[in-house]
Protein backbone atom coordinates (compact mmCIF):
# COMPACT_ATOMS: atom_id res chain seq x y z
CA UNK A 1 0.00 0.00 0.00
CA UNK A 2 3.30 2.74 0.73
CA UNK A 3 4.39 1.52 -2.65
CA UNK A 4 1.21 2.35 -4.23
CA UNK A 5 0.59 5.54 -2.57
CA UNK A 6 4.23 6.53 -3.48
CA UNK A 7 3.93 5.63 -7.18
CA UNK A 8 0.62 7.96 -7.29
CA UNK A 9 2.62 10.88 -5.32
CA UNK A 10 5.28 11.04 -7.94
CA UNK A 11 3.21 10.73 -11.24
CA UNK A 12 0.38 13.27 -9.64
CA UNK A 13 1.37 15.63 -12.37
CA UNK A 14 0.29 13.03 -15.23
CA UNK A 15 -2.83 12.38 -12.81
CA UNK A 16 -3.93 15.81 -13.44
CA UNK A 17 -3.47 16.26 -17.08
CA UNK A 18 -5.41 13.47 -17.84
CA UNK A 19 -7.98 13.86 -15.72
CA UNK A 20 -8.49 17.65 -16.95
CA UNK A 21 -8.02 16.12 -20.83
CA UNK A 22 -10.54 13.41 -20.61
CA UNK A 23 -13.08 15.76 -18.69
CA UNK A 24 -12.96 18.17 -21.15
CA UNK A 25 -12.82 15.34 -24.23
CA UNK A 26 -16.07 13.90 -22.55
CA UNK A 27 -18.22 16.66 -23.68
CA UNK A 28 -16.33 19.30 -26.04
CA UNK A 29 -17.95 18.06 -28.90
CA UNK A 30 -21.45 17.82 -27.31
CA UNK A 31 -23.93 21.29 -28.06
CA UNK A 32 -25.25 20.13 -24.37
CA UNK A 33 -21.62 19.51 -23.02
CA UNK A 34 -22.29 18.47 -19.04
CA UNK A 35 -25.69 19.52 -19.07
CA UNK A 36 -25.77 15.29 -19.89
CA UNK A 37 -24.74 14.83 -16.39
CA UNK A 38 -28.01 16.69 -15.49
CA UNK A 39 -30.56 15.30 -18.02
CA UNK A 40 -29.82 11.58 -18.18
CA UNK A 41 -30.47 10.41 -14.43
CA UNK A 42 -33.74 12.83 -14.86
CA UNK A 43 -34.98 11.14 -18.04
CA UNK A 44 -34.06 7.35 -16.34
CA UNK A 45 -36.11 8.63 -13.64
CA UNK A 46 -38.92 9.71 -15.78
CA UNK A 47 -38.99 6.10 -17.69
CA UNK A 48 -39.07 4.18 -14.22
CA UNK A 49 -42.39 6.97 -13.14
CA UNK A 50 -44.06 6.33 -16.35
CA UNK A 51 -43.75 2.45 -15.77
CA UNK A 52 -44.72 2.60 -12.23
CA UNK A 53 -47.38 4.68 -13.13
CA UNK A 54 -49.43 1.79 -15.88
CA UNK A 55 -48.90 -0.42 -13.41
CA UNK A 56 -45.73 -2.43 -15.23
CA UNK A 57 -43.53 -1.88 -12.76
CA UNK A 58 -44.22 -2.87 -8.79
CA UNK A 59 -41.78 -1.74 -6.78
CA UNK A 60 -43.41 -2.80 -3.27
CA UNK A 61 -43.40 0.22 -0.28
CA UNK A 62 -41.04 2.45 -0.38
CA UNK A 63 -40.07 4.97 2.62
CA UNK A 64 -39.67 7.99 0.25
CA UNK A 65 -41.65 8.78 -2.50
CA UNK A 66 -41.01 6.50 -5.80
CA UNK A 67 -39.25 9.02 -7.95
CA UNK A 68 -36.71 9.87 -5.20
CA UNK A 69 -36.43 6.30 -4.58
CA UNK A 70 -35.15 5.70 -8.10
CA UNK A 71 -33.25 8.72 -8.85
CA UNK A 72 -30.82 7.59 -5.73
CA UNK A 73 -30.93 3.74 -6.57
CA UNK A 74 -29.86 4.41 -9.99
CA UNK A 75 -27.31 6.93 -8.90
CA UNK A 76 -25.93 4.84 -6.37
CA UNK A 77 -26.20 1.72 -8.62
CA UNK A 78 -24.18 3.92 -11.11
CA UNK A 79 -21.46 4.61 -8.93
CA UNK A 80 -20.87 0.81 -9.12
CA UNK A 81 -21.34 0.48 -12.69
CA UNK A 82 -19.04 3.45 -14.07
CA UNK A 83 -16.32 2.23 -11.47
CA UNK A 84 -16.75 -1.00 -13.27
CA UNK A 85 -16.40 0.61 -16.87
CA UNK A 86 -13.66 3.13 -16.56
CA UNK A 87 -11.30 0.65 -15.00
CA UNK A 88 -12.18 -2.18 -17.32
CA UNK A 89 -11.15 0.05 -20.02
CA UNK A 90 -8.15 1.23 -18.52
CA UNK A 91 -5.21 -1.06 -20.55
CA UNK A 92 -7.30 0.08 -23.61
CA UNK A 93 -7.70 2.92 -23.80
CA UNK A 94 -4.42 3.78 -22.23
CA UNK A 95 -2.26 0.83 -24.22
CA UNK A 96 0.16 2.91 -26.09
CA UNK A 97 1.02 5.38 -23.04
CA UNK A 98 1.92 2.05 -21.61
CA UNK A 99 3.48 0.44 -24.59
CA UNK A 100 5.93 3.58 -25.28
CA UNK A 101 6.46 4.74 -21.92
CA UNK A 102 7.43 3.92 -18.35
CA UNK A 103 4.19 5.15 -16.52
CA UNK A 104 3.29 2.23 -14.38
CA UNK A 105 -0.72 1.30 -13.57
CA UNK A 106 -0.84 3.21 -10.78
CA UNK A 107 -1.12 6.82 -11.43
CA UNK A 108 -3.26 5.61 -14.56
CA UNK A 109 -6.02 3.61 -12.38
CA UNK A 110 -5.94 6.85 -9.98
CA UNK A 111 -6.52 8.82 -12.61
CA UNK A 112 -9.89 6.38 -13.86
CA UNK A 113 -11.04 6.72 -10.09
CA UNK A 114 -10.81 10.85 -10.27
CA UNK A 115 -12.65 11.08 -13.44
CA UNK A 116 -14.99 8.47 -12.02
CA UNK A 117 -15.46 10.38 -8.66
CA UNK A 118 -15.85 14.02 -10.46
CA UNK A 119 -18.68 12.50 -13.00
CA UNK A 120 -20.50 11.69 -9.88
CA UNK A 121 -20.32 14.31 -7.99
CA UNK A 122 -22.09 16.60 -9.77
CA UNK A 123 -25.15 14.67 -11.23
CA UNK A 124 -25.67 14.02 -7.40
CA UNK A 125 -26.33 17.42 -6.23
CA UNK A 126 -29.49 16.37 -8.47
CA UNK A 127 -30.44 13.95 -6.22
CA UNK A 128 -30.11 15.98 -3.05
CA UNK A 129 -32.36 18.59 -4.68
CA UNK A 130 -34.89 16.14 -5.48
CA UNK A 131 -35.02 14.52 -2.06
CA UNK A 132 -35.28 17.89 -0.74
CA UNK A 133 -37.99 18.59 -2.92
CA UNK A 134 -40.03 15.42 -1.83
CA UNK A 135 -39.64 16.21 2.07
CA UNK A 136 -36.94 14.21 2.60
CA UNK A 137 -35.25 15.07 5.79
CA UNK A 138 -31.36 14.55 6.42
CA UNK A 139 -30.19 13.39 9.58
CA UNK A 140 -26.42 13.45 10.69
CA UNK A 141 -25.79 9.81 10.05
CA UNK A 142 -26.13 11.01 6.14
CA UNK A 143 -22.52 12.75 6.57
CA UNK A 144 -21.25 8.96 6.75
CA UNK A 145 -22.86 8.68 2.53
CA UNK A 146 -19.64 9.51 0.99
CA UNK A 147 -17.75 7.08 3.15
CA UNK A 148 -20.71 4.33 2.74
CA UNK A 149 -19.83 4.29 -0.75
CA UNK A 150 -16.41 3.05 -0.62
CA UNK A 151 -17.22 -0.19 -1.32
CA UNK A 152 -19.29 -0.45 -4.40
CA UNK A 153 -15.57 1.09 -5.85
CA UNK A 154 -13.56 -1.13 -4.71
CA UNK A 155 -15.77 -3.59 -5.73
CA UNK A 156 -16.28 -2.53 -9.66
CA UNK A 157 -12.94 -1.65 -10.07
CA UNK A 158 -11.83 -5.42 -8.75
CA UNK A 159 -14.43 -6.55 -11.11
CA UNK A 160 -12.98 -3.89 -13.71
CA UNK A 161 -9.25 -4.40 -13.18
CA UNK A 162 -9.61 -8.62 -14.31
CA UNK A 163 -12.14 -7.74 -17.08
CA UNK A 164 -9.56 -5.35 -18.32
CA UNK A 165 -7.27 -7.93 -19.57
CA UNK A 166 -9.99 -9.88 -20.86
CA UNK A 167 -10.35 -6.90 -22.77
CA UNK A 168 -7.23 -7.17 -24.20
CA UNK A 169 -6.70 -11.07 -24.61
CA UNK A 170 -10.16 -12.38 -24.64
CA UNK A 171 -12.59 -9.62 -25.66
CA UNK A 172 -15.72 -12.20 -25.90
CA UNK A 173 -15.11 -12.79 -22.24
CA UNK A 174 -15.13 -9.13 -21.37
CA UNK A 175 -18.55 -8.51 -23.75
CA UNK A 176 -20.31 -11.12 -21.83
CA UNK A 177 -19.57 -9.63 -18.28
CA UNK A 178 -20.34 -5.61 -19.85
CA UNK A 179 -23.76 -7.97 -20.89
CA UNK A 180 -23.86 -9.67 -17.35
CA UNK A 181 -23.59 -6.25 -15.60
CA UNK A 182 -26.87 -4.87 -17.63
CA UNK A 183 -28.38 -8.10 -16.47
CA UNK A 184 -27.33 -7.34 -12.80
CA UNK A 185 -29.07 -4.28 -12.12
CA UNK A 186 -32.59 -5.93 -12.94
CA UNK A 187 -31.33 -8.43 -9.95
CA UNK A 188 -30.52 -5.78 -7.93
CA UNK A 189 -33.29 -3.72 -5.71
CA UNK A 190 -32.64 -0.67 -7.31
CA UNK A 191 -36.25 -0.01 -9.22
CA UNK A 192 -37.71 -1.96 -6.50
CA UNK A 193 -37.60 -2.59 -2.99
CA UNK A 194 -35.42 -5.50 -1.47
CA UNK A 195 -38.73 -6.86 -0.20
CA UNK A 196 -40.28 -8.24 -3.40
CA UNK A 197 -42.90 -10.99 -3.95
CA UNK A 198 -41.15 -13.35 -6.81
CA UNK A 199 -39.95 -16.26 -4.78
CA UNK A 200 -36.92 -16.52 -7.04
CA UNK A 201 -35.88 -13.34 -7.88
CA UNK A 202 -36.33 -13.01 -3.59
CA UNK A 203 -33.44 -15.81 -3.55
CA UNK A 204 -31.08 -13.79 -6.15
CA UNK A 205 -31.56 -10.41 -4.15
CA UNK A 206 -31.12 -12.12 -0.49
CA UNK A 207 -27.21 -13.61 -2.00
CA UNK A 208 -26.55 -10.45 -4.31
CA UNK A 209 -23.57 -8.18 -2.33
CA UNK A 210 -24.81 -4.91 -4.43
CA UNK A 211 -28.21 -5.48 -2.35
CA UNK A 212 -26.46 -4.92 1.00
CA UNK A 213 -23.92 -2.41 -0.28
CA UNK A 214 -26.57 -0.50 -2.20
CA UNK A 215 -29.04 -0.55 0.15
CA UNK A 216 -26.82 0.46 3.05
CA UNK A 217 -26.29 3.61 1.21
CA UNK A 218 -29.36 4.42 0.60
CA UNK A 219 -30.79 4.05 3.68
CA UNK A 220 -27.75 5.80 5.24
CA UNK A 221 -28.89 8.99 3.29
CA UNK A 222 -32.75 8.64 3.21
CA UNK A 223 -33.53 7.48 6.47
CA UNK A 224 -30.22 7.49 9.22
CA UNK A 225 -30.35 4.02 9.31
CA UNK A 226 -28.46 0.74 9.03
CA UNK A 227 -30.01 -1.43 6.28
CA UNK A 228 -28.21 -5.09 7.06
CA UNK A 229 -25.29 -3.82 8.65
CA UNK A 230 -23.60 -6.95 9.12
CA UNK A 231 -23.94 -8.38 5.76
CA UNK A 232 -22.77 -4.86 4.61
CA UNK A 233 -19.40 -5.39 6.63
CA UNK A 234 -19.13 -8.64 5.01
CA UNK A 235 -19.25 -7.58 2.09
CA UNK A 236 -17.02 -4.63 2.29
CA UNK A 237 -14.50 -6.77 3.47
CA UNK A 238 -15.39 -8.85 0.38
CA UNK A 239 -14.53 -6.05 -1.62
CA UNK A 240 -11.30 -4.76 0.30
CA UNK A 241 -10.08 -7.95 -0.28
CA UNK A 242 -10.88 -8.64 -4.43
CA UNK A 243 -9.71 -5.22 -5.32
CA UNK A 244 -5.82 -5.95 -3.88
CA UNK A 245 -6.19 -9.64 -5.57
CA UNK A 246 -7.21 -7.97 -8.76
CA UNK A 247 -4.29 -5.26 -8.70
CA UNK A 248 -2.06 -8.07 -8.15
CA UNK A 249 -3.60 -10.13 -11.41
CA UNK A 250 -3.25 -6.62 -13.30
CA UNK A 251 -0.27 -6.14 -12.38
CA UNK A 252 1.67 -9.52 -12.44
CA UNK A 253 -0.30 -10.09 -16.07
CA UNK A 254 0.56 -6.33 -17.53
CA UNK A 255 3.70 -7.83 -19.24
CA UNK A 256 1.73 -10.29 -21.37
CA UNK A 257 -0.87 -8.03 -22.11
CA UNK A 258 1.58 -5.22 -23.13
CA UNK A 259 2.82 -7.73 -25.43
CA UNK A 260 -0.71 -8.74 -27.12
CA UNK A 261 -1.03 -5.01 -27.78
CA UNK A 262 1.89 -4.24 -28.85
CA UNK A 263 0.90 -7.70 -31.64
CA UNK A 264 -2.17 -5.99 -32.43
Known amino acids: MRQFIGKIKSWWYLV?????????????????GMA????????????????????????????????????????IWGFFLEAYK???????????MLIMSEVPLEPLLMQKVVVHLINFIIPFAVNLIVLLAFGVRFSAMALLFPVSL?????????????????????????????????????????????KITASWL?????????????????DLLTSGTLFSPVEYLVFSGVSLVLVVLSFRFLVKSSTMVLERLINN
Open 202 to 218: GVIVDYNPLTYLIGFSR
Open 16 to 32: KQLTQVEIIGMYKKSFL
Open 86 to 96: STSNLLTKNGR
Open 150 to 194: IPLLLLGMAIGMVVAIFRVIMVDVANLVDEGMKLLMFLTPIVYTP
Open 36 to 75: WMFILPILAVIIWVVLNGAGVVNPGETDIPYPAYVLLSTS
